[in-house]
């Protein structure tokens, strides 16, 4: 067993406050929010049941956690309506009009301009 194994397992959660695994060997019976989904479940306001951890040089902290809900706590998602449908097609819609020309694209505006690529080259040549 290595050290890095035995610094994330903790199944009682004494050192971690909860129940603590290495990362890809969580027990039977919890899931991550995104296998939930998949499962088309949500956690469903239960509190977090145990966590995956693994070391992670990359992190400032050094280790990178996911959370696991209990499987058997969990709700199924609720269906979309038809009023959430028209927001979230309200809320695309913004996402592709440039809010300078008003013109509509079939794609999504990059974020880091805040507006179109046409804009954002005639407001650099104006600037320069």
């Known amino acids: 067993m290595s050290a890095a194994y035995g610094k994330c397992y903790d199944p009682t959660g004494a050192r971690h406050g909860i129940p603590?695994?290495?990362w890809r060997f969580a027990p039977d019976?919890?899931?991550?929010?995104?296998?939930?989904?998949?499962?088309?479940?949500?956690?469903?306001g239960q509190p977090v049941?145990?966590?995956l951890m693994r070391?992670?040089?990359?992190?400032k902290t050094g280790v990178a956690v996911a959370y696991l809900?209990?499987?058997d706590c969990a709700k199924p998602v609720r269906p979309m309506t038809s009023r959430k449908w028209g927001a979230l097609a309200l809320a695309m819609l913004a996402r592709r009009t440039c809010?300078?020309?008003?013109?509509t694209y079939s794609y999504c505006l990059p974020t880091s301009l805040g507006m179109c690529?046409?804009?954002h080259?005639?407001?650099?040549?104006?600037?320069?």
């Open 29 to 44: 019976g919890y899931a991550t929010r995104r296998q939930l989904r998949e499962q088309g479940l949500r956690p469903g």
């Open 99 to 103: 809010p300078k020309c008003r013109i």
């Open 117 to 119: 690529l046409y804009c």
């Open 69 to 71: 809900y209990r499987v």
């Open 55 to 59: 070391v992670s040089r990359g992190r």
């Open 20 to 22: 603590t695994y290495p």
């Open 121 to 128: 080259q005639s407001e650099e040549q104006r600037t320069a």
């Open 49 to 51: 049941a145990a966590q």
